[in-house]
Every structure is written in C-alpha cells, then in structure tokens.
C-alpha cells in the first residue's frame, strides 16, 4: 500500500506566500551560507539577522547544532546520514519561505550534489548560495569546538576538509572572504547584494 496515496493537501486552503509577504513588506528567500567548519558561516548569519531585524526584514536561522540537537538528532555522520540531514533542512526552509520568512541556513553542505538537492528542494530562484570563503589554514587555526585537533588525531572519521572533501561553489550567489577581521564591513557587503533581492516590489502584489 502506497502511503501517499492516503495524503491529501490543503495548500489551497491557506492563505498564499504573497499575502504573507505583502504583510511582512519583504521577499522571502533562503540564504545558504556554505563553507568550511569554522569559516565564520554562523557568526556571519547572526550578524546578517540582527542588521536585517534592525531594518524590519524577519528572519529566522537553522545552524547545524540547533538542528542536529533537535529536528536531527537521530541521524548521524554517515554520507546518508548527511544527505537526510541536509533534505529535511532544505524542506523546513521552503515552509518558511512559504510563510514569507527569510531563512538563514548554515551548514557545511561540503559537496556540489548535495547543495543542488537543497536548491532544487527550496527552488532556483530562492536560494541564495553564499560561499563563506575562508581557507583551511585560517579555519583550523580558529577551530573554536577543537574538532580540527580531534580529526587531525583521527578521532574524527570522514571530517570535512581533513579526511573528506569540500567542493567549493562553482557560481554562488555571494563569494564572501571572510579572513577580515572587521566583520561589520563583511556584514556591509553582504547587505549589499541581499537587499536588493529581498525588497519588496508593492506593484506586484494583489492584495
């Protein structure tokens, strides 16, 4: 017996993303922040939140130890695992983008195939892919949770960057180096190519 054939939905019960949006006065879109461990991802989200909240944009952040600590807590470090992991992200993202929610999203996602699932989930036009550009050298001289040193001992199989690969964006949305100390000017430029996507054209809403 097909499960799916017992699932019916009531999408057009509900009121759409555009009358969600229209009340909101922002476009909803998912912000894909890519990169190595310790590349600065989550610290450059909460930045990015607090100077979108400071301009009445509402967003909302899924980092990697909320959701493994939550949502995910069940799956584990295999590549399967991973992929699970990164598909049930990309899903809560698009029910938040359809309640006109701009969502920020930081996770390694090391591979080329497993971001394209997460894009093609959310949708092309709504997924912004921001590669968090900073090298190994600088995110192990960081290592803030010390996984570097563990991985480095091999307490750590298949580590991203150390024992398994990174692909690095071919084409991102934003490729952000983020070796700078003064994060405010990272944060600046950010903005700079976000706000554009994310304001609000009245014209093209009905109420």
């Given at each position: 017996m097909n499960i799916q054939n017992n699932i019916y939905t009531t999408f057009s019960q509900?009121?759409?993303?555009?009358?969600?949006?229209?009340?909101?006065?922002?476009?909803a879109k998912v912000l894909w922040f890519t990169g190595l461990s310790g590349s600065g991802k989550t610290t450059l989200a909460c930045l990015l939140e607090k100077r979108?909240?400071?301009?009445?944009?509402?967003?909302?952040?899924?980092?990697?130890?909320?959701?493994?600590?939550?949502?995910?807590?069940?799956?584990?470090?295999?590549?399967?695992?991973?992929?699970?992991?990164?598909?049930r992200i990309a899903e809560v993202s698009k029910l938040f983008l359809n309640c006109g929610v701009i969502?920020?999203?930081?996770?390694?996602?090391?591979?080329?195939?497993?971001?394209?699932?997460?894009?093609?989930?959310?949708?092309?036009?709504?997924?912004?892919?921001?590669?968090?550009?900073?090298?190994?050298?600088?995110?192990?001289?960081?290592d803030p949770k010390g996984l570097y040193k563990k991985a480095r001992k091999g307490e750590i199989p298949d580590f991203?960057?150390?024992?398994?690969?990174?692909?690095?964006?071919?084409?991102?949305f934003i490729n952000i180096d983020n070796t700078s100390s003064d994060l405010e000017k990272t944060v600046d430029e950010l903005l700079l190519k976000i706000i554009p996507e994310i304001q609000i054209d009245h014209t093209s809403y009905i109420k």
């Open positions: 509900m009121k759409g993303r555009s009358s969600k949006e229209l009340y909101l006065k922002q476009k979108l909240f400071e301009l009445n944009y509402f967003c909302q952040i899924l980092d990697g130890d909320n959701i493994r600590s939550g949502l995910n807590n069940g799956l584990k470090f295999t590549e399967e695992d991973r992929q699970e992991n990164i598909r969502t920020l999203c930081t996770f390694i996602s090391p591979t080329k195939k497993i971001r394209e699932m997460a894009r093609d989930i959310v949708g092309e036009a709504d997924f912004l892919e921001i590669y968090v550009n900073s090298s190994l050298d600088v995110c192990e001289s960081r991203t960057g150390i024992s398994s690969p990174f692909e690095a964006p071919d084409h991102p």
